[in-house]
C-alpha cells in the first residue's frame, strides 16, 4: 500500500485559497498525480486543500472525500506571556533545544507546554480517524505496526497541510511529532509517500520513501516555494520598500516568531 501524503500548493492564506503561482503548481501536480493508480482520495475542508486538489480532480474524473479532521492541525498552545493561545509547531529552536522530551515519542505530549491548550485531544482525534480510514483497507493498529490479513496494492492520496500531515508521518513512523515539526518541511505542492514493509506475514510497517518531494515543478522549471518558513517573511519584509505601516508590520511579525 501506499499513502501520499499532499501538501497544499503555495497558499493565499487571506483568501483562503492558492497563489497564482499554487494554480500553475495544482495543475503540475495533477498530470504527475493522473499517472498514478490512486483508488481513493481525501481533501482537508480548507480553501488551500480544495483546490489544490481540483486540477486533479477534474482532470481525471475522480471524486474526493472531504474530511474535517485533515483541516490543518488545530492543536493549540497557551502563551503565557501574550496571554493568547497560538500554533502548536510555531516556536524558535531554542525552545526544543532546552526541552529534550519533545523529541520522545512517548513523553512529548507530557510537555508543560504542549499540555497547555488542546494538542493532546487533536492528537487523538487525529490519529483515532486516521486508523479507521486505515482500517477499512485492512490494516488494524497493533502497538507499533498494521496488521493485516492481506495487505493490498493500493494508493490513496490525502490533500492537506504541513502540521496536519507531519501528525500523519508522526502516526506512522513512531517519530515524535515536534521532531517533524522542527527538523522536517513539506514543500508546497509537494507529495510524501510512505509505503509497507511486511517482513512478517500479517506484520505490516509503513517506511517513508519520498518526503516532500516537489519533481513536477523541476520537471516543468517552476521554483520551490519557501512558504511556511519563517526567514521567507523577513526576506518579503526586508526587499518590500514602499508599504504602509512597515515598521508596525514587522514589529508585528518579529513579536509573533519570538
Known amino acids: 500500500m501506499k499513502i501520499l501524503i499532499i501538501r497544499h500548493a503555495e497558499p493565499d492564506y487571506e483568501n483562503n485559497t492558492i497563489t497564482e503561482k499554487g494554480w500553475r ?7 504527475r ?5 490512486i483508488s481513493d482520495v481525501y481533501v482537508s475542508p480548507m480553501g488551500r486543500a480544495q ?12 471524486s474526493a472525500q472531504t474530511l474535517d479532521w485533515l483541516h490543518e492541525f488545530r492543536g493549540r498552545v497557551w502563551d503565557e506571556e501574550k496571554q493568547k493561545n497560538r500554533c502548536a509547531w510555531n516556536m524558535k529552536p531554542r525552545f526544543w533545544n532546552e526541552h529534550p522530551e519533545m523529541f520522545d515519542k512517548d513523553k512529548w505530549l507530557q510537555n508543560e507546554l504542549m499540555s497547555s491548550g488542546n494538542v493532546e485531544e487533536v492528537w487523538n482525534e487525529t490519529i483515532k480517524e486516521f486508523d479507521a480510514i486505515l482500517e477499512g483497507y485492512g490494516y488494524k493498529k497493533e502497538g507499533f505496526f498494521y496488521r493485516t490479513e492481506q495487505s493490498p496494492d493500493t494508493t490513496i492520496a490525502f490533500f492537506c497541510h504541513f502540521g496536519l500531515g507531519m501528525a500523519l508521518i508522526s502516526h506512522l513512523s513512531g517519530v515524535a511529532l515536534p521532531m517533524l515539526w522542527q527538523s522536517f518541511f513539506m514543500p508546497a505542492s509537494s507529495v510524501t509517500t510512505m509505503v509497507t ?62
Do not use: W
Request: proline share 5%; hydrophobic share 35%.
Open 51 to 62: 483546490h489544490t486538489a481540483q486540477p486533479y480532480l477534474e482532470l481525471t474524473g475522480k
Open 33 to 37: 498525480l493522473a499517472k498514478l493508480p
Open 25 to 31: 503548481e495544482a495543475h503540475m501536480l495533477a498530470e
Open 197 to 258: 514493509e511486511e517482513r512478517v506475514k500479517g506484520e505490516v510497517f509503513f517506511k517513508c520513501m519520498q518526503m516532500g518531494d516537489t519533481s513536477h515543478l523541476y520537471a516543468n522549471d517552476e521554483p520551490v516555494s519557501k512558504k511556511g518558513l519563517a526567514k521567507e517573511f523577513f526576506e518579503e519584509i526586508k526587499n518590500r520598500k514602499l508599504m504602509p505601516n512597515r515598521e508596525e508590520y514587522i514589529m508585528k511579525y518579529i513579536e509573533e516568531y519570538k
